[in-house]
C-alpha cells in the first residue's frame, strides 16, 4: 500500500508550497482517465441455508483496473465546487479463504455428494470482476495562480453502484482528492490526480459455486481503492 501513497505524498508536498490562487467565477467541464488500484476486499459471509456467519472469511484480490470520470463544476475563487460521474472496474484474480469457511463448505458439499475431495480457494468460482459506478459531490481547494503550476486538495462524497458476484449493492461513497495542473491554452488545463475511493457496506446474495453445486450465500463487503489519472479541464 505504502508504494500507491507516493504519488500523494508528492502532490501533497507541492500543494503546500504553492501560493494561493484566484480564478474567481468561472464554470468549468473535466474528465479524468487512468489506472485502478484496488485494495483487496475483506468478506464476511453467511450461508443462507443455515445461517452461519463467517467474519474475514475470505480476502478477494483484484489485478490493475481503470478509472475514468467527468466533472462539471464553478469555481468561486480559491474553492470550488463540483458534480462527478465516475467508472471503475477491476477483474478478481485471486481468492484466499479462511480455513474455517473452506471446511464449512466442504461439510455441506458431502451431503449433496459424500464423494466430494476436499474444498480449495482454486473451487470457489469468483465471477468475473466489479464494476462500480458512482456519483459524487467534492469540494476542492484551488492553490496556486491561474496562468502556471498548480495545484489542488480536497474530497467527495455521494453514492456508489457496484455489480459483482453476479448481483448489484449500491451504499454511502467517500473520496479524497488531490492533484497537479498545468494551462496549455487560454482556457485548457492539463493535470495529474490522485484519488482515494472508499464504497463500504455493500451487500449481495450470490450464489457461491463449489464443485458444480450452487450455495445461498449472503457476501457483506467494500470497495476501496487508489487511481492515478490524467485529466483535462476546460474553463469556461
Not at 19 to 39: C, E, F, Q, S, T
Not at 122 to 146: F, K, R, Y
Not at 155 to 182: C, H, L, N
Request: net charge negative; no cysteine.
Amino acid at each position: 500500500m505504502t508504494k500507491y501513497l507516493i504519488p500523494a505524498a508528492a502532490i501533497a508536498a507541492v500543494l503546500v508550497s504553492a501560493p494561493a490562487a484566484a480564478n474567481d467565477g468561472l464554470m468549468y467541464v473535466g474528465g479524468d482517465i487512468g489506472i485502478l488500484l484496488p485494495r483487496d476486499s475483506e468478506i464476511d459471509v453467511t450461508d443462507v441455508a443455515t445461517g452461519a456467519t463467517f467474519n474475514n472469511a475470505a480476502d478477494w484480490q483484484y489485478d490493475t483496473g481503470f478509472d475514468v470520470s467527468g466533472q462539471v463544476g464553478y469555481d468561486f475563487g480559491m474553492f470550488k465546487l463540483e458534480g462527478e460521474l465516475g467508472y471503475k472496474h477491476a477483474s478478481f484474480t485471486a481468492i484466499s479463504p479462511s480455513t474455517d469457511w473452506l471446511n464449512f463448505l466442504h461439510d455441506r458439499l458431502v451431503v449433496v455428494n459424500p464423494l466430494s475431495t476436499a474444498v480449495v480457494a482454486s473451487d470457489i468460482d469468483l465471477h468475473g470482476g466489479v464494476d462500480i459506478i458512482d456519483t459524487m459531490v467534492n469540494g476542492l481547494v484551488d492553490i496556486g495562480p491561474d496562468h502556471g503550476f498548480g495545484g489542488y486538495l480536497g474530497g467527495g462524497i455521494g453514492m456508489g453502484w457496484a455489480k459483482a458476484y453476479g448481483e448489484s449493492s449500491s451504499s454511502f461513497a467517500w473520496q479524497f482528492i488531490a492533484g497537479v495542473k498545468y494551462p496549455i491554452g487560454d482556457q485548457l488545463d492539463i493535470g495529474l490526480k490522485y484519488k482515494y475511493f472508499d464504497l463500504a457496506g455493500l451487500d449481495f446474495v450470490p450464489g457461491v459455486d463449489v464443485h458444480g453445486t450452487n450455495f445461498d450465500t449472503n457476501l457483506d463487503s467494500r470497495f476501496s481503492t487508489h487511481s492515478i489519472d490524467v485529466n483535462l479541464t476546460y474553463n469556461f
